[in-house]
């Protein structure tokens, strides 16, 4: 009895004709080329590196998110200290802005201080008329300004008649009403050029710049009508008071002050005063006008 010959196997990879298909020749090539044979080939051959390369790529991606985080700390702070100093900057600048304000209020103060002082050193208190002392100023700058123009200039003084009667019998409050209601006539009917002063308790002076003689003169008996026509009320009575006038026109140019004689201005004053008494001699409530002369 003849023996069959075995049939050999067919590879799965063949195809039904035992001819090798392309994916078949794809891994034997494969294997060839490793030096490996097919039953030695695994799929985690090349583990070891992979894991190692991520884990270097796990290392950079967490250096990467310490900077990150870093920068974002460091971002934070920076903004903090700049909010911070935003407010600093803030109670920095209101608080300059109250120093400026209480600095102004001050200067403001130190300010209205100083002109109630001007006014008190310039003014007098009751009658609101410039006071002796400034009044005596403005006339010494007034005589010594026209030595080059030689303008006229005149200087009235008017008394109050019998001011002691009228402060006998209405008191020192009608006494006062009486010479406020009297500086008050006077600064109704003057030029604004013209200077009213108190220089003394029922006197006062009248400064009238470029006005001659006649001018001064007829302004003088105008006022004296004025201040006795105008009543003086009180809370108890009405009354009405008189003044005399003195006045002293200079014309021309004044003689050489010599040594140890009285300053123009006070020569002026005392020619006018010196006027004054001869109205009061004379009856009062008149006006008695003299003239600096040129020269002695």
Known sequence: MKSVPKRKEK??????HGLSTPEAEQD????KAGGKDEADFTLFDEEDRILLDAEAALDNLTH???????????????????????????????????VKEKLQGEVKARAELAEQFRIMATTD???????????????????????????PL???????????????????????????????????NLRPSDSIGRIGGEEFGILMPATHAENAERL???????????????????FKVTAS???CALEGALPD??????????????????????????????????????SD
């Open 11 to 16: 590879s799965m990879d063949a195809d039904p």
């Open 28 to 31: 034997q090539a494969m294997l």
């Open 64 to 98: 990467a998110t310490g900077l990150v985080k870093s920068l974002s700390r460091a971002y934070k702070r920076a903004v903090r200290d700049q909010k911070r100093m935003v407010r600093l900057c803030d109670r920095m600048q209101e608080e300059l802005i109250s």
């Open 125 to 151: 208190a009751l009658t609101g008329v410039f006071s002796r002392g400034h009044f005596l100023d403005l006339c010494g700058y007034e005589v010594n300004g026209r030595k080059r123009t030689l303008e």
């Open 154 to 188: 005149a200087i009235a003084v008017l008394d109050v008649d019998h001011f002691k009667s009228v402060n006998d019998t209405h008191g020192h409050a009608g006494g006062d009403k009486a010479l406020q209601e009297i500086t008050e006539t006077l600064r109704c």
């Open 220 to 238: 003088a008996e105008r006022l004296r009508r004025l201040v006795a026509e105008t009543p003086i009320e009180t809370e108890k009575t009405t």
């Open 245 to 247: 006038f003195g006045v």
């Open 257 to 294: 002050r010599k040594a140890g004689e009285a300053d123009p201005v006070a020569k002026i004053i005392n020619a006018a005063d010196e006027a004054l008494y001869e109205a009061k001699e004379n009856g009062r409530n008149q006006v008695i006008l003299t003239r600096m002369p040129a």
